[in-house]
C-alpha cells in the first residue's frame, strides 16, 4: 500500500469516525441480508461487536506502519475465527459488505481510489487471518 492509499483511508476513517457504530451496524445488516449463514456464528450483542470490528479497524490502520506487529495480531483474530465458526468463503461476504457500506455511508467520498485502497488493505489482513485459521486447523 501506498502512503497515499494508507491517507486516504485515514480520510473515509475521520469522516466515518462520529457515525461509527451506526456505519457499523448498516454493515451487519448488509451483511446478514447479503449472507445470511453468518447471523447465526454471532452470538454477541451487535452494536457490542460493531464497536470491536471498528476497534480493530482503528488498530490495523495505526500499525500499518508496523507490519510484524499487524501480523501477530491479525494472525490472532484469525485463529479466534477460525473458533467462531467463520469459513474461508465468509471473507468474501464481509469485503462486499464492507465496500457496500462505504460507498453508501461516504457517497462521492468514495473514489475509485479509495476503493481500490480499502480493497487492498481489507485483502491484506483477510489474507493473513485465513493463513493463521488454517495453520490452526492443521495443529488441532
Ligand atoms: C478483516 C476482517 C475481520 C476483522 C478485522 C474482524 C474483527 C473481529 C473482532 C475484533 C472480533 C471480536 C472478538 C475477537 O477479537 O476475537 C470479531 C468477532 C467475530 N467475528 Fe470478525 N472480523 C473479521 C472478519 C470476519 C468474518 C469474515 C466473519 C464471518 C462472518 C467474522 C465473524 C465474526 C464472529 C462470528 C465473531 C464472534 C462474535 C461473537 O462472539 O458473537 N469476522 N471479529
Known sequence: ????????????FAQLHRRKIETACLFYERLFTTAPSTRALFKTDIEAQAAKLIE????????????????????RLGERHRG???RPSHYDAVRSALLWTLETSLGQEFTAQA????????DQMASTMLAAGVASQRSA
Do not use: F
Not at 500500500?1 to 473515509?12: F, G, K, V, W, Y
Open 1 to 12: 500500500m501506498t502512503p497515499q492509499d494508507i491517507a486516504l483511508i485515514r480520510s473515509n
Open 56 to 75: 480493530t479497524l482503528t488498530v490495523a490502520l495505526a500499525m500499518l506502519n508496523d507490519p510484524a506487529g499487524l501480523t501477530a495480531l491479525l494472525t
Open 115 to 122: 476503493r481500490a485502497a480499502w480493497s487492498e488493505l481489507y
Open 84 to 86: 467462531y465458526g467463520v
